[in-house]
């Protein structure tokens, strides 16, 4: 079975970080775009940041340029995300997933493969 499972998330005040990571089983995701998106509570899912295959482009949501930070490394663990300077507002739900090669990054329905999420919680 092909899974996702998504790690790290927890309570931190504003101004602290945190570091997601997302484990893959089933297959391997080295040839696929990876992303994070998140959802607050009473808000739909929004795009936070993207990788190529090959590691080469990122992308990234306007709200956590300059803050956030993603990379991939293996297939067990397809990609991270490093995040920085956490505001209240980065409050959510956090989703890893993957896209087939040559995907619009920032498309949430391109991705084929979905984490069950961890939460982030930040306090002011």
């Known amino acids: 079975q092909v899974q996702l499972v998504e790690s790290g998330g927890g309570l931190v005040q504003a101004g602290g970080s945190l570091r997601l990571s997302c484990a893959a089983s089933g297959r391997t995701f080295s040839s696929y775009v990876m992303g994070w998106f998140r959802q607050a509570p009473g808000k739909e899912r929004e795009f936070v940041a993207a990788i190529s295959w090959s590691g080469g482009s990122t992308y990234y949501a306007d709200s956590v340029k300059g803050r956030f930070t993603i990379s991939r490394d293996n297939a067990k663990y397809p990609v991270f995300l490093q995040m920085t300077s956490l505001k209240p507002e980065d409050t959510a739900v956090y989703y890893c997933?993957?896209?087939?090669?040559?995907?619009?990054?920032?498309?949430?329905?391109?991705?084929?493969?979905w984490g069950q999420g961890t939460q982030v919680n930040v306090s002011s």
């Open positions: 997933a993957a896209a087939p090669p040559g995907s619009i990054a920032t498309m949430g329905r391109k991705y084929d493969y």
